[in-house]
Each structure stands twice: as structure tokens, then as C-alpha cells.
């Protein structure tokens, strides 16, 4: 029987009575806290809850939510710039630079005496050697700028097949790279169709068992009137009884099973668990020679 805890809105293991008659019943003393750091994905808001999806719209979904076909495009696109990128060889190159720089410069120090002998002389002296009291000196400030443009143009004209041969390699890689994505488009539409046609019969099994269990139970009413009206025995309703319990046993392994491979068809689509979609049935389809 499958085990179906009582949880908490946020994910935490509740103790205590279990949320069925298949679960299991958790001690009083158990915890386990939910891991808060896990933050489930969002359901894919591009999906129609109303809609009832065909293969090909699956396949269709699958190729722009997959990651594969997401990384296989951008390696494809990088060879194909990277073809681009090696033509430019064979252009001439430029080069431009520009180089500026600023200078300062100051100076502290004394004006030089004036060796001329009089009066003028000594009246200058002595007003220089007054300002130099006050101010400490005189003081010198150079300052500066220059700035040196260069343009330079290069132009390769013969280079002995390198150029070409750089370019020719790099074709082949993106050719490879072309056939990489088709084979990861072609991979997706094989994951895709062969888990939908899984689900398709594990969801076929599990409306074959759901009408063998409501067989199983009308046998079992049916035995257990006869056995009321005392036509029946006690052996026949054990037996009834026993089919019944082992039809429900079949009807619950079926459903986890349907769970699992529409775990595995939303997987090979790349898009989240969580996503709830409508499927195409594919049931009651009649079989031909052909098939």
C-alpha cells in the first residue's frame, strides 16, 4: 500500500493519524522539518488547462522548453559566428590609440638677491626678505598637458593558405554543430512520443482496473447475498472478497505507475512536475492488418 503521510500546508511531516486508510501512522516523536531552501518550480504558464494536448503539440513544447535543444541551438550558433569571425582575415585591420598625460610641478623656495650695490638694491633686498618672513618663500607652480593620436592600418595579403584553411575547418565545425542539433531535435521527439505512448497505456491499464475492481465488487456483493439467502458458502465469499482486495492492490499500482510516466513524459518535455495538462486518448483505436 502506498504510504500517504499527513503534511503540513508548507510540507512538513505531521505525526500522528495518517491522512488515509493506506498510509502509514508517524510516531509522536517523529519530525522531519520541511528543507525551506527548496523552492519547487513554477507550472509552465504557456500551458492551456482546458486544452487536450495531441503528440504533436507535446513534441512542439517540448522542442522550445527543452534544455537540450536549447543548448544544442546556442553551440550552433556560436560555430556559425565563429565562421564569420575568421572571414574577417582576410580584411585589412585598424588600429587606433590615443596616449595623454598631465604634469605638475611646484617649487618652494627664496627669490635670488640682487647683487647690485645702492639704494635700489638694498630697498628691493629688504622687501624680498620681508614677503619671505610673511610667507614662508616664494612659490613656483608648473602645470601641463599633451595627448599623442596614432592610427595604424594593417593588411595581410599573402599568407600561404592559412587563412583559408582556418575557415574551412571552422565550416566543418559548424556543419558538425548543425548535425548535433538535429540529433538532439530528433532525441527530444523519440523521449517525447515514447513516454507519451507509455502514459497512453498506463492510463489505459488503469481504467481496465478501476472497471475490474467495481467487477470484482459486485461479485463480492453478489457472493455475500447468496451467502445471506443461504445459497451461497463461506469459502466463495472468501474467495470474492480476496479478488477484490487483490483488484485494489493491481488499481493502486497501476495509478503510481500512470504517476510515474507523466513524471516522465513532463521530464522528456523539460518542462515542471507540477504543470497539470490535458493528453489525447489514444485508447479504443482499432488495430489493422497494417499495424
Known amino acids: ?14 505525526p500522528g493519524k495518517a491522512a488515509n486508510k493506506y498510509g502509514l501512522i508517524i510516531p509522536q516523536d517523529f519530525t522531519l522539518p520541511a528543507n525551506t531552501t527548496l523552492i519547487p518550480r513554477a507550472p509552465d504558464t504557456r500551458i492551456q488547462t482546458q486544452h487536450i494536448y495531441t503528440l504533436s503539440e507535446l513534441i512542439d513544447l517540448a522542442q522550445s522548453s527543452n534544455p537540450t535543444t536549447r543548448v544544442a541551438w546556442n553551440a550552433a550558433r556560436d560555430a556559425a559566428l565563429a565562421v564569420g569571425i575568421t572571414r ?17 610641478q611646484r617649487n618652494n623656495g627664496t627669490h635670488p638677491r640682487l647683487s647690485n650695490a645702492g639704494a635700489i638694491g638694498t630697498g628691493i633686498n629688504d622687501a624680498l626678505s620681508q614677503a619671505e618672513g610673511i610667507s614662508g618663500g616664494l612659490q613656483n607652480r608648473n602645470s601641463g598637458s599633451g595627448e599623442v593620436q596614432t592610427l595604424g592600418m594593417e593588411w595581410l595579403l599573402f599568407d600561404f593558405g592559412k587563412r583559408e584553411a582556418i575557415v574551412h575547418a571552422t565550416q566543418q565545425a559548424q556543419l558538425a554543430s548543425n548535425v548535433l542539433f538535429t540529433a538532439a531535435h530528433q532525441k527530444v521527439i523519440y523521449d517525447v512520443t515514447l513516454a507519451f505512448y507509455t502514459h497512453a497505456a498506463a492510463a489505459a491499464r488503469v481504467n481496465l482496473i478501476t ?3 467495481k ?3 459486485i461479485v463480492q456483493n453478489a457472493a455475500e447475498m447468496r451467502l445471506k439467502q443461504g445459497q451461497g458458502t463461506l469459502v466463495d465469499v472468501t474467495q470474492a472478497r480476496q479478488n477484490t482486495a487483490q483488484a485494489e492492490l493491481r488499481l493502486v499500482q497501476a495509478q503510481n505507475t500512470a504517476e510515474n510516466t507523466y513524471l516522465e513524459l513532463m521530464t522528456a518535455m523539460g518542462i515542471s512536475p507540477s504543470t497539470q495538462l490535458s493528453i489525447q486518448n489514444v485508447g479504443n483505436r482499432p488495430l489493422t492488418l497494417s499495424d
Open 1 to 14: 500500500m502506498p504510504w500517504q503521510p499527513n503534511v503540513a500546508s508548507n510540507g512538513t511531516l505531521l
Open 88 to 104: 574577417t582575415a582576410y580584411l585589412p585591420h585598424l588600429s587606433a590609440s590615443v596616449v595623454g598625460g598631465y604634469t605638475y
Open 211 to 213: 472497471q475490474a475492481v
Open 215 to 217: 467487477n470484482a465488487t
